[in-house]
C-alpha cells in the first residue's frame, strides 16, 4: 500500500496536480505512517536537499488539524526563490515570515534547546512559500505524508548570533503596505532554540544524520496569509527586509 501511494504522490507532484490523502485511502492511518511515506515520497522525487522545516507549530492550528504536536518536511534546494522575485503561480500558496538556521557539522544526537545554537554557523529572516495543495481537506496525517507543504523559501541576508539574538527579533509582514502582521520570533513554541531543538530531534528519530550545510526552518512567526498578488515586504528589524512580488 505504501508503495502505491508514493507513485501517486510522485505522479502529482511531477504533473502539477493535487496531493491524494492518505487518511481517506488509509483510515486510521498513523503519523508513524505517514512520515514512512514522506520519506519514500522524497527520495522518489531525487531532488538535491537544502534542509527541513518544521510546520504546524501552533497549537490551535494542531487541533483543527487533529494532531498533538507540530510536522516536519523536507526542504530542497530548487525551491529557493531570490529576493525581489515575482512569483507567477501563486495558486493555494501561502506565505509565511520565519528564521532559517545553517548547521555547522553533521548532527547526529539529539539536543537540548539550551546547547542548540552552539550546532549552527549563522542564521537568516526567511520567507517560507507553502503549498499543501492537498485534494482535501487538510489535516496532520495528509500534510505529513505530502512533505509538509514545502515548495519554497527566500533568504535575507546572514546573521551571526553575536549580533542579534533571535528570540529578540520581531517581524512584520506587508502586502501594498498594509500590515498583515507583527509578531515576535519567541511566540515560536516559546522560543527559536525550543523549536530547533524539536525539529532537530525530530528529524533524528527518523534515522540518519542532519547533515552539514542544512538549513533549518523553525516555524511560522505569525499567522500564514494566503499569497494573493500584491507586492510583498517581510520587515525584521535590524536583521532587514525581504521584498517579492506576487502576480
Not at 36 to 59: D, H, M, P
Request: charged share 20%.
Amino acid at each position: 500500500m505504501k508503495n502505491e501511494f508514493v507513485d501517486k504522490l510522485v505522479t502529482a507532484s511531477k504533473q502539477g496536480s493535487k496531493y491524494p490523502s492518505l487518511s481517506l485511502e488509509k483510515p486510521g492511518a498513523t503519523t508513524e505512517l505517514a512520515y514512512e511515506i514522506q520519506q519514500l515520497f522524497v527520495a522518489e522525487l531525487k531532488t538535491e536537499r537544502a534542509g527541513y522545516k518544521a510546520a504546524v507549530t501552533s497549537e490551535s492550528i494542531q487541533q483543527i488539524m487533529g494532531i498533538e504536536a507540530p510536522v516536519s518536511g523536507v526542504l530542497f534546494s530548487s525551491g529557493e526563490f531570490a529576493r525581489n522575485t515575482i512569483i507567477e503561480d501563486a495558486k493555494d500558496l501561502l506565505i509565511e515570515t520565519e528564521l532559517g538556521f545553517q548547521t555547522k557539522n553533521d548532527i547526529i544526537q539529539q539536543v537540548k534547546p539550551d546547547e542548540v545554537y552552539g550546532l549552527f554557523e549563522y542564521y537568516y529572516p526567511m520567507i517560507e512559500i507553502a503549498s499543501p495543495n492537498l485534494e482535501g481537506k487538510p489535516n496532520g496525517i495528509d500534510l505529513i505524508a505530502s512533505n509538509s507543504a514545502s515548495f519554497g523559501f527566500i533568504k535575507g541576508e546572514r546573521i551571526g548570533f553575536d549580533s542579534t539574538e533571535p528570540d529578540s527579533v520581531v517581524v512584520s509582514l506587508s502586502r501594498d503596505n498594509k500590515e498583515l502582521h507583527s509578531a515576535n520570533c519567541s511566540s515560536v513554541m516559546g522560543g527559536q532554540s525550543i523549536a530547533l531543538a524539536w525539529l532537530i530531534n525530530q528529524i533524528l528519530s527518523q534515522g540518519g544524520l542532519i547533515p552539514s550545510n542544512s538549513l533549518l526552518m523553525s516555524g511560522s512567526v505569525g499567522p500564514a496569509h494566503p499569497a494573493t498578488p500584491g507586492q510583498y515586504a517581510g520587515h525584521f528589524g535590524n536583521l532587514g527586509d525581504i521584498c517579492f512580488s506576487i502576480k
